[in-house]
């Protein structure tokens, strides 16, 4: 699903804060990467692929992390694309350890807040329609469904010819 935001519905930030990841947070990233790669099994990213996406995020300050007051860095969100109205957000994720208790929704909604502050007339993301606690996470901050989609993988089989 691809839904949108053009007001934040802000949570409570629990004493956290929005970071954006520097080259000192690059194995906290690195593992966030990972376990967000694990989340799509059947696309699957080699280390080399995943070691040059944190290196990518780091050049083009474009991924945040979510601080926790007790210094703990538990969830990440990337600002993917831009045009001059809109900013897409992707690469959400929360480490199992540490879901279920607003994460998720806060590094969301503080970037999303972020970008609209930064003059941005909305903010996009794509959804797993599948996924409903994402989908209400995203719900709940504010975001609306505005189309659904399908992804189609074709593949050629040439041993068929």
Partial sequence: ?????????????????????????????????????????????????????????????????????????????????????????????TPPEHRQRGHAARVVASLSQAQLDAGKVACNLHTDLANPTSNAIYTRIGYRKIAESIRIRLRSDHSQL
């Fill in 1 to 93: 699903g691809l839904y949108e935001l053009r007001s934040v519905d802000m949570p409570d930030a629990a004493g956290g804060r929005l970071v954006r990841a520097e080259d000192q947070h690059r194995d906290i990233l690195h593992a966030l990467v990972e376990g967000f790669v694990a989340c799509f099994p059947e696309q699957p990213m080699a280390p080399a692929m995943i070691d040059e996406r944190v290196v990518r995020f780091l050049r083009e300050e474009r991924v945040f992390l979510w601080q926790q007051s007790d210094q703990a860095f538990v969830s990440m969100a990337a600002v993917v694309r831009e045009s001059p109205e809109a900013s897409s957000i992707s690469w959400v994720y």
